[in-house]
């Protein structure tokens, strides 16, 4: 199980502090929203991920569970021609 970092659009001021905190995983766009990485947050960046979360001023910014997938016992999906 791994993390993902996400925001929510109406509830951002779009002042970019997590993207300060954070610029590995979080960018502004040219309105100054921000633009969150979509992949798992690495280990080496958690710690700052959070910071960022529990600064977010409007309590915009969470974290989203993310489910990998489990490994397919009889290995990759194909299809079948016939
Ligand atoms: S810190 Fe929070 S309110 Fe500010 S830009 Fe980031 S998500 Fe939006």
Known sequence: MSWRLQVDPVACDAFGHCAEL?????????????????????ADLYELAELAV???PRRALSYQRVDEPEPSPAGPRTRRIR
């Open 54 to 56: 529990r600064a977010c």
């Open 22 to 42: 954070v610029p590995e995983l979080i960018w502004l766009d040219e309105w100054g929203y921000p633009v969150i990485d979509d992949g798992p947050i690495p």
